[in-house]
């Protein structure tokens, strides 16, 4: 199947800094990717939608300010958190979208750990 | 809003017991629906889905049936294994075949722990 890569996996970093987190398609071209939260025993967050050339769409109580989202080319996009704060500290997962011949289908990247300290 | 509900976890079984882990879900309209993994450490694959009434999604011995009438597709394995300690994500789509905005929308998730 389609792979999704994040890089870094884990980033540790200092309260006031800013973090950039990576989602590439290897194999496939993603007009459409998605940025996700995940909290310790919890599901995933839906953060943003990031389309190609355009500007992200983010979900209510995200702060479009705080992370921000690039999606410059089909195979790259970058969620940056900046200024950021122990309460970052999260799994953000990326998630890019294929047209299938059964139609669209969302390959998920294995995640990147943040801590804030 | 679209919602899906899940049994909570952890579930706790002894290697080659039967699975079963619910999950009940709310939608306008007919939605697709998953199944997701997680491994630790690692990201979501999809494990499984089906895209309409009656359809049953299937693969490493993982069933799972898309039944409209209770709004359910609970996941279903007949022998379980040590490897298949996890967390399973249900999900569900609108319209997936014409993408556009469509997001998915999780269950919060139930993990599965196999013991020998």
């Known amino acids: 199947g389609a792979v999704v890569s994040q890089h870094p996996s884990r980033v540790i970093c200092k309260s006031g800094t800013s973090v950039k987190i990576e989602c590439r398609s290897l194999?496939?071209?993603?007009?459409?990717m998605f940025w996700y939260r995940q909290f310790p025993k919890q599901s995933l967050m839906l953060m943003a939608t990031?389309?190609?050339?355009?500007?992200?769409?983010?979900e209510q109580g995200v702060e479009k300010d705080k992370f921000l989202i690039n999606h410059a080319s089909l195979t790259l996009s970058t969620l940056t958190v900046t200024s950021a704060h122990p309460e970052d500290s999260s799994f953000y997962i990326c998630?890019?979208?294929?047209?299938?011949?059964?139609?669209?289908?969302?390959?998920f990247g294995p995640g990147t750990r943040l801590t804030v300290t | 809003g679209d919602s899906v509900t899940q049994m909570e976890g952890p579930v706790t079984l002894s290697e080659e017991a039967f699975l079963t882990i619910n999950c009940t879900y709310t939608?306008?309209?007919?939605?697709?629906l998953f199944w997701y993994v997680q491994y630790p450490g690692e990201g979501l694959q999809l494990l499984l889905k089906?895209?309409?009434?009656?359809d049953k999604g299937s693969n490493k011995g993982f069933e799972a049936t898309y039944r409209k009438e209770t709004t359910s597709f609970h996941l279903e394995k007949g022998s379980v294994q040590v490897s298949d300690s996890a967390v399973y994500f249900c999900?569900?789509?609108?319209?997936?075949?014409?993408?556009?905005?469509?997001?998915?929308?999780f269950g919060t998730g139930t993990q599965l722990k196999v013991e020998l």
């Open positions: 998630s890019a979208r294929d047209l299938t011949d059964e139609g669209y289908e969302q390959y």
């Open positions: 194999d496939f071209q993603a007009t459409t």
């Open positions: 990031s389309n190609e050339g355009s500007k992200a769409t983010y």
């Open positions: 939608a306008t309209g007919y939605p697709s």
């Open positions: 089906a895209t309409k009434a009656d």
């Open positions: 999900a569900l789509i609108r319209n997936v075949l014409t993408g556009g905005g469509n997001k998915l929308t």
